[in-house]
């Protein structure tokens, strides 16, 4: 495994590759790498004669008074979590490789970034999409590999691809989840003792939902209520939406592949679950 620091050193060894005809498999990162991280990098090498992940901490997609800074970031562990999983390269470019000073280009994919993520986010979609597109620049992907815990940030980048014709096949993988159901993320690490029990609640609460989706519901206001009261562990619902699956635009009813989507705080720490339901 090598690691690869700036844009133009992985694009030669992309172009090389791709040039002999190899395809890569590509798993965007920003580190602090969990089990649903490595289910990412374990299908790009299952499904690639290359791998590459990328390690990129990228503040664009940070408003300022994020946690850019305190975002986990553990080198070591990663480094040896991306080898164990087959990793041929981490791309893991500086900073001022991928913005250079007086850095102007910003990418915007309309309509499937607003609502959801971007109402209390509203600069992140711009700075993943802006990445993405730098990252996909570098490696050249055949395949690239997507969690669907961020499920509207999967839905924004099989737009950009689609939209901007770059040829790559977005693959969407499933939500890795701890024992007791929580989605895995690199935030879980942010929660203190008490409040670890407590963020169960919404993969529970979307399981509850899923049941009465089964059992035929299909009225939104009547899903998205049932999810905010079991959302009892919750300090703060940040929003609770049946989405369309692709477009992330809000449905009344179900009439076709929807996502239920949440967002809430336990204590200070934001966390994402969702769920697809095809009727
Ligand atoms: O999902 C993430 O970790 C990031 O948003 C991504 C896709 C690596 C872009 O920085």
Known sequence: MIVIRTPEEMRAWAFEQRGAGRS???APTMGALHAGHVSLLEAARAQNDLAVTSIFVNPTQFAPHEDFDAYPRT????????????????FAPTASSMYPDGYSTYVTVEGVSEGLCSKSRPHFFRG???????????????RAYFGQKDAQQCAVIKRLVRDLGLGIEIVEMPIAREDDGLAMSS???????GERERAQCLSKAL???EALMRDGERDTARLTAAVRGSLTG????DYVELVDAESMQ????????????VAAYVGKTRLLDNIKFIP
């Open 24 to 26: 890569i498999g590509f």
């Open 75 to 90: 080198w070591e562990t990663d480094s040896a979590k991306a080898e164990a999983a087959g990793m041929d390269v981490i």
């Open 128 to 142: 993943v999409a802006t990445v993405c597109t730098k990252l996909f620049n570098a490696v050249l992907p055949t």
């Open 187 to 193: 935030r879980n690490a942010y929660l203190q003792n």
């Open 207 to 209: 399981r509850e939902a």
């Open 234 to 237: 919750a300090d703060t619902i």
């Open 250 to 261: 809000p449905v009344d009813a179900i009439a076709g592949p929807v996502t239920l989507a």
